[in-house]
């Protein structure tokens, strides 16, 4: 009996003493490293216990990291034929950086544009990582039901990355776990700072590796302390705190504004004229992940601020959700609903050329993709556009377009430079006897075989002009 006795009350103790960490963790069941690197500072520093204390308040009904996780899984399980879960690397505690992609054929490469959404840059602003939950599930809920939902999912690869700085939010600060501000890690278009591999963060390399492996036509990244949409650049090259437009402005101002005036009273602001900002003019910083993604990765980024209050009381959340749904659904559908789209295709045998396009005028290029040779380029609407498709080894195409308020489909036919090389043959085996033809015994059957395939591609090349005739500099106005 004593024995029982004494077993209950360990029992009791240890549920106890269990119940007790669940509290000062915050609930937190990734990462016991946070707690134990946690209690030996605040035995150093009492202010910053109290620091942390009133933070872990206002954590209060947030997503934990473990709660982060499981929600996603869930949205996953109620949505899995829209969804799919995947991590794109592991942040400094080894925390797996999840990301959802919601669209009608969720891993699959399609001739789409892509947009990501990134919350929780900064470890103290969780907001947005709660809305990004809500926004999938919203999705999910409504797909075949709203005309917007079914828009996004049908014609958008959506990624979302809730949080992109889990070990600073559990340490309730700005910074990742090595204290680095990931907003100021990123490769600098005018300064050598972050470009030494061996000190970037996990963090911000799981992000770059993600931008290169996915062409994403436009993103945005969801901070709180302000209330405005903000574009490139956000620094300068005299570091001097001035608007400073990139080729792009005029774009970038539109999206800008399509989320703010989208917005509950984000345009109302009194500090910044409709609601946007230029990131230089507010304040310049450098290493910052939106100019990098539109210097780099083709990707036209904002970063959102949106909400004063970067830890608002958490029953405020589904309000704020109010009053950036229509923002954040305007701002991907934009990439379905604006801006020009198509394909590149040689003339000689109808293979997909991965081309650069480029506006006259900007100085700016995006380039369509390696295997379906899409493109998804932003523009301003209400303007005429001369658009250019190059490509090495064939000559240049431009066409005018007369850009109103629809999107516009333009697709290229390219033709060869010089259709006598060798090395426009159509495909891959044919370029593999070139390199037989170097060989002298060789030379006279090849050369047989070269006119005859010359006579073949000539014929071929005929019909497939024909094929793309009605499709030529198309251009269609479509939803
Ligand atoms: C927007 O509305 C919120 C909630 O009513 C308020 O706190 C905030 O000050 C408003 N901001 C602007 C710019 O009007
Ligand atoms: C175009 O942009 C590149 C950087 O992307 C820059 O090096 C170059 O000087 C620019 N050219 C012009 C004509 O502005
Ligand atoms: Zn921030």
Not at 168 to 184: E, K, V, W
Not at 287 to 311: A, R, V
Not at 334 to 356: M, N
Not at 409 to 417: A, Q, R, S
Request: net charge positive; charged share 20%.
């Amino acid at each position: 009996m004593a024995h029982l006795n004494s077993s209950l009350v360990l029992f009791l103790f240890l549920l106890l003493h269990l119940f007790h960490t669940a509290i000062a963790r915050g609930g937190e069941s990734h990462s016991g490293f946070v707690d134990n690197s946690y209690a030996a500072a605040s035995r150093r520093h009492l202010s910053e216990e109290n620091h942390f204390k009133k933070l872990d308040n206002l954590a209060h009904g947030y997503m934990t990291n473990s709660d982060l996780e499981k929600a996603m899984k869930a949205f996953h399980g109620r949505c899995s034929r829209i969804s799919r879960i995947y991590s794109i690397g592991k942040s400094v505690f080894g925390v797996p950086l999840w990301a959802m992609e919601i669209s009608n054929r969720p891993g699959k490469e399609e001739a789409k544009p892509a947009f990501k959404f990134i919350g929780n840059v900064h470890g103290d602003e969780p907001v947005g990582r709660e809305l990004l939950l809500l926004l999938a599930n919203w999705l999910c809920d409504h797909y075949m039901k709203d005309p917007l939902a079914t828009l996004i999912v049908d014609n958008v690869h959506l990624h979302i990355l809730p949080s992109m700085n889990p070990d600073g939010f559990s340490l309730r600060r700005r910074g990742n776990a090595n204290n680095i501000d990931l907003n100021r890690d990123f490769p600098d278009q005018f300064f050598k700072i972050n470009n030494d591999l061996t000190e970037r963060q996990p963090e911000t390399k799981a992000i770059m590796n993600w931008i290169k492996s996915i062409r994403f036509t436009a993103s945005a990244s969801l901070h709180g302390g302000a209330l405005v949409a903000n574009y490139p650049w956000d620094g300068t090259q005299d570091k001097s705190k001035s608007y400073y437009a990139c080729p792009d402005d005029e774009t970038f101002r539109y999206m800008a504004k399509l989320y703010s005036e989208s917005h509950y009273n984000m345009s109302q602001s009194q500090e910044f004229k409709a609601g946007i900002t230029n990131g230089a003019l507010w304040y310049p910083i450098y290493g910052g992940m939106q100019d990098w993604n539109y210097i780099y990765g083709g990707c036209f980024e904002l970063t959102l601020e949106i909400s004063d209050n970067k830890w608002p009381p958490a029953n405020e959340l589904h309000t704020i959700w109010q009053y950036n749904k229509k923002s954040m659904l305007h701002l991907v559908a934009s990439l379905v609903k604006s801006g020009v789209h198509g394909r590149v295709f040689s003339s000689d045998c109808g293979e997909p050329l991965p081309a650069s396009i480029a506006i006259k005028g900007m100085n700016y290029t995006i380039k369509a993709s390696e295997t379906l040779a899409d493109y998804h380029r932003l523009l301003a609407p209400e303007h005429q556009y001369e658009v250019i498709a190059s490509m090495p080894g064939y000559k240049t195409r431009s066409t005018t377009i007369n850009m109103g308020e629809d999107p516009m489909t333009v697709d290229f036919i390219l033709e060869p430079i010089n259709s006598y090389l060798p090395h426009q043959l159509c495909n891959r085996s044919s370029i593999n006897i070139l390199e037989v033809v170097a060989k002298p015994h060789f030379q006279a059957a090849l050369i047989l075989m070269l006119v005859l395939t010359f006579l073949f591609f000539l014929m071929k090349r005929k019909a497939i002009s024909n094929h793309f005739r009605g499709r030529k500099q198309r251009r269609v106005s479509a939803v």
